[in-house]
T-cell receptor, first 118, second 113 residues
Framework: GDSVTQMEGPVTLSEEAFLTINCTYT??????LFWYVQYPGEGLQLLLK?????DKGSNKGFEATYRKETTSFHLEKGSVQVSDSAVYFC?????????????????FGQGTILTVHP | DTEVTQTPKHLVMGMTNKKSLKCEQH?????MYWYKQKAKKPPELMFV???????INESVPSRFSPECPNSSLLNLHLHALQPEDSALYLC????????????FGPGTRLTVT
């Protein structure tokens, strides 16, 4: 079955440091890949996405590139801020058919807690 | 607008109570989801509705009963819950088609006493 593996946290950085959160996946088909962020006390927000190999997703200074050859989708940001402190989830969506209708069932990684200090 | 709304934000209920969680989206999405999330864990899928029909039930106990009155609304009826059901309950929606990203609501924090 499908699976997503994220680097273990927590990750603690100083403001303006470079961030990398590693994510690798296993999938039987051709999945779409996502990064979601969850701020304390809130739901998940879609941060960025990539739907095919070599696509680069980007948003709010975060980037991730869909690497099919290494089955990876690592999240990077050049200069983190205190406001980036949150839990980050890597996820994939492999199209599934149920009842004659297709939709994507998300498989999540375990999440990485990021804390950024001033 | 990519907003999914959920009510209530917080809910405390006893094990003999009956309560309902509500979710609404106005993005024209045709798939809606219920997830359960425990602290410091990823969300776990409970139910999927596609075109207002229940498509997936991830072996959820019958004390949780989903309902999709129309394409914009999703309810989760709760009855005779256990303390271990205390969690954050998240609703999500997605557009049917080749793009499968899901948009999540803020969640309902449920405490069962």
């Amino acid at each position: 079955g499908d699976s997503v593996t994220q680097m273990e946290g927590p990750v603690t950085l100083s403001e303006e440091a470079f961030l990398t959160i590693n994510c690798t996946y296993t999938a039987t088909g051709y999945p779409s890949l996502f990064w979601y962020v969850q701020y304390p006390g809130e739901g998940l927000q879609l941060l960025l996405k990539a739907t095919k190999a070599d696509d680069k997703g980007s948003n709010k200074g975060f980037e991730a590139t869909y690497r099919k050859e290494t089955t990876s989708f690592h999240l990077e940001k050049g200069s983190v801020q205190v406001s980036d402190s949150a839990v980050y989830f890597c996820a994939l969506s492999d199209p599934t058919n149920a009842g004659g209708t297709s939709y994507g069932k998300l498989t999540f990684g375990q999440g990485t807690i990021l804390t950024v200090h001033p | 607008d990519t907003e999914v709304t959920q009510t209530p934000k917080h809910l405390v209920m006893g094990m003999t109570n009956k309560k309902s969680l509500k979710c609404e989206q106005h993005m024209g999405h045709r798939a809606m989801y219920w997830y359960k999330q425990k602290a410091k864990k990823p969300p776990e899928l409970m139910f999927v509705y596609s075109y207002e029909k229940l498509s997936i039930n991830e072996s959820v106990p019958s004390r949780f009963s989903p309902e999709c009155p129309n394409s914009s609304l999703l309810n989760l009826h709760l009855h005779a819950l256990q303390p271990e059901d205390s969690a954050l309950y998240l609703c999500a929606s997605s557009q049917d088609g080749r793009i499968y990203e899901q948009y999540f609501g803020p969640g309902t924090r449920l405490t069962v006493t």
